[in-house]
């Protein structure tokens, strides 16, 4: 097989499945940004139909960062993510998935740096909540978190912070998915 890419305009049909946390599609606009960062790092690059699939469970778990963080913002998303977005997301062993999620969650912060994903990610997952207010108005809501740091803001933003920092990947350390013990 030739090298193949999952660009983008190849992942996006499979990021509208996953992500459908917010109505507005907020969280779409973050996954765009985000896999820029997978492209980049080269993990949007296969040359076999199963490294291509390892690239394609990128986009889900994508999905799963972004919901996790907003479950330890203490924010209930409008929808969470289906049984079957869950169940193809971890038919790969845990171990490949916390694989995984930390090349992903390297990608992120090689791309992006530790605290600008962290404000990415706040900000989307509330402007996703409040619906219309913009970004720039959201940024000085929480102006001393990005200046003084999470714990300035209280518990929930410090534990959306260690998820993003990667004190927390396991896929059994996870809150916001029940991972069912396999038969």
């Not at 530790?114 to 000085?140: D, F, H, K, N, W």
């Amino acid at each position: 097989m030739e090298a193949g890419f999952l660009s983008w305009n190849y992942a996006r049909p499979i990021a509208r499945e996953y992500f459908q946390f917010w109505p507005d599609g907020e969280d779409m606009l973050w996954a765009k940004s985000c896999w820029a960062a997978v492209e980049k790092s080269g993990l949007a690059v296969y040359h076999t139909e199963q490294e291509e699939m390892v690239c394609r469970s990128y986009v889900g778990l994508l999905a799963l960062f972004y919901q996790e963080f907003a479950w330890r913002l203490g924010v209930e998303t409008y929808k969470a993510l289906s049984e079957e977005n869950t169940a193809e997301i971890f038919h790969a062993s845990l171990d490949e998935i916390d694989s995984r999620l930390i090349q992903l969650r390297d990608a992120l912060q090689d791309r992006f740096g530790l605290c600008e994903l962290y404000r990415m990610t706040l900000l989307s997952v509330e402007a996703g909540r409040q619906g219309a207010r913009i970004p720039s108005e959201l940024a000085s809501d929480y102006e001393s978190c990005f200046t003084y740091g999470p714990e300035s803001m209280g518990l929930p933003f410090e534990r959306a912070f260690s998820f993003v920092n990667g004190a927390i990947l396991h896929p059994e350390e996870l809150c916001s998915v029940t991972i069912l013990p396999a038969s």
